[in-house]
């Protein structure tokens, strides 16, 4: 059998690579347009930032490890230029001699990922400004750092690599300017838990612009749609990716509605003997079944091994994603899977949301909060996604979301879970439990949650709360809600006279729980609607700010 790959990075190397491992006969051959294989991408920023020193340590392999490891050909700067599929034959250009050669076989794997989008603005041709893709960007951005030694960046992008980049530069020294289009940075989240990712950018001097577009790059400024001039010696674009889908467009392979190539879970697409793996194929929602497009190496390896395996008769399917990612920005850790707030609305749940603020480990060991917030779908309970930040812990905490909710959990499950508890890393009950006990008592025990955002909608349609603050009065006299009334929780019960209790209530405390303990006691007292403020005081006070 011919395996035929196009692409030598993530997904096209673990297609080689299980391959081989099933099948010792088989002829595979990889194709590459570029000059390095099966490097980490991801790495790519801390080389530049000096966290990792030497570039070697991300592009460890070569052509001829793999032959003589897992007897598979690589031929680098060999683009595949053309396919005949019906003869099945490839045509490929030596990009270092212009010749022209084809090729045959039996199948044929595109795993040629995805192309960092160029703006569609003057000057960016111009030698300072940079894409981060490839070790040869790398190579290049490291050399123009040491030599020209750039005192000013102007990042353009907020995602995930904007980020990164914004990071290592400031540790180098750079001024760094990003450049935001939406309001907001890392678009997978929702806006009230991205601005905690913005204060900490601001808090480490990153010139944070949203709302803002780069309108043209200059030799010494990138200029903004609200014309201000951003000096910058060297520019970052970093506005995403689109996937390497022009090839198999045009041997009619079908494209899905992500935009990237449609597979099946076996990798297979419509074309009889044809696979796409990693950054150009289409996944799929582990919670909707629908398609979802996350360019991600977590997920291209995965997808290469998958079809490695089935290319070679073995049975993997493909179980589809939650879109869950992670970034470090300084000191914080942003996680998020499954989906947002407005992703969930747009796919029609009714939703339960929960702001729940605790520490990563116990409190006296100096344990730092983090801050989690989860929707689940009130119908079912089901969790639909969560996203955190903190200084400590979210890593792990989402990978356990993550865990449950490849298993379809609902939040009335986080709290049955037997995880790992000693003080120096958790809590008795981990914030993971916390959050499915509070989102379940919302559901289903009428402890109704309301979100800052709610509570303002709510407030502005003209309706009345009689809003509690539970809190110490020095507390309350420090800040707290508007029209807010100070009742510590020990005088509730006696204070509780005083209110109405057919009028709409809201409770809150700094971040949930006496407010929680407050609500209990309206409720069992016959107060016929009662809130807790999700996050308390400091999530609300979050959120005006
Ligand atoms: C800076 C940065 C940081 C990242 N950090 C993370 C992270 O922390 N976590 C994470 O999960 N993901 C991260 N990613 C994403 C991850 O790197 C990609 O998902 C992964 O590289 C995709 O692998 P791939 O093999 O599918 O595609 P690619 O890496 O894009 O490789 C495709 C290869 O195909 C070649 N090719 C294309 N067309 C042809 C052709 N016609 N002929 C021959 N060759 C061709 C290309 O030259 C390229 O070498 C990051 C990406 C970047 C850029």
């Keep these: 059998m011919k395996i035929r790959i196009i692409g030598s990075v993530a997904s096209g190397t673990s297609v080689a690579a299980k391959a081989r491992r099933n099948n010792e006969e088989a002829d595979i051959r990889i194709y590459d347009r570029d000059y390095d294989i099966s490097y980490s991408v991801c790495g790519i920023p801390y080389f530049v930032g000096d966290e990792v020193e030497d570039l070697e340590t991300l592009n460890p392999r070569n052509p001829a490890w793999f032959k003589k490891r897992y007897n598979v050909s690589i031929q680098t700067r060999h683009e595949v230029i053309d396919i005949d599929h019906d003869n099945k034959t490839l045509t490929i250009k030596n990009l270092d001699t212009e010749e022209t050669v084809t090729d045959t076989y039996d199948v044929l794997v595109f795993a040629t990922g995805a192309s960092p989008i160029t703006p569609d603005i003057e000057g960016t041709e111009l030698g300072h400004v940079f894409h981060v893709r490839t070790i040869q960007h790398a190579g290049a951005i490291e050399q123009f750092i040491e030599s020209r030694k750039p005192k000013t960046a102007t990042i353009i992008g907020a995602g995930y690599i904007g980020l990164e980049m914004a990071e290592q530069l400031t540790h180098l020294g750079i001024e760094v300017t990003l450049l935001q289009r939406s309001k907001q940075v890392m678009k997978h989240l929702d806006k009230d838990i991205a601005d905690h990712v913005a204060d900490t950018l601001e808090a480490h001097g990153v010139n944070l612009l949203l709302g803002q577009e780069a309108v043209r790059i200059t030799n010494t400024d990138v200029i903004t749609s609200s014309g201000d001039t951003i000096a910058s010696d060297i520019v970052f674009l970093a506005v995403g990716v689109q996937p390497n889908t022009a090839l198999a467009e045009k041997i009619g392979i079908k494209i899905g509605e992500t935009g990237a190539i ?53 049975t993997s399917a493909h179980r589809g994603i939650l879109g869950t990612g992670i970034v470090r920005v300084f000191e914080l850790a942003v996680g998020q899977t499954g989906m947002n707030e407005q992703e969930a609305l747009a796919h029609g749940y009714d939703i339960e949301t929960l702001h729940n603020i605790k520490p990563a480990r116990a409190a006296y060991l100096g344990g730092k909060e983090i801050i989690i917030k989860a929707i689940a779908d009130r119908a079912t309970g089901q969790l639909l996604g969560v996203q955190a930040v903190g200084e400590e812990g979210v890593d792990k905490r989402i990978d356990v979301f993550v865990t449950a909710m490849t298993f379809g959990a609902k939040a009335e499950d986080l709290f049955h879970l037997d995880l790992a508890y000693a003080p120096p890393f958790s809590t008795t009950k981990d914030p993971v439990m916390y959050t499915g006990m509070a989102l379940d008592n919302a559901i289903k025990k009428h402890n109704k949650l309301l979100t800052p955002k709610e509570l303002q909608h709510r407030l502005e349609q003209g309706e009345n709360f009689q809003i509690i603050d539970t809190r110490a009065k020095d507390q309350y006299n420090t800040s707290h809600v508007p029209e807010a009334v100070s009742i510590p929780l020990a005088e509730l019960r006696e204070k509780a006279k005083e209110l109405d209790p057919k009028k709409p209530t809201l409770c809150y405390c700094n971040s949930g729980v006496t407010g929680n303990a407050a609500q209990n006691i309206l409720r069992n007292m016959g107060f016929e609607e009662v809130y807790n403020l999700s996050g308390g005081n400091k999530n609300y006070q979050k959120y005006r700010k």
């Design 262 to 314: 449609a597979v099946n879970e076996k990798m297979q697409t419509n074309l009889p003997d044809v696979y796409a793996v990693g950054d150009v194929a289409e996944s799929f929602s582990v919670i909707t079944g629908k398609p979802l497009y996350r360019p991600l190496g977590s997920t291209a390896n995965k997808m290469g091994r998958i079809a490695g395996d089935v290319i070679t008769g073995g």
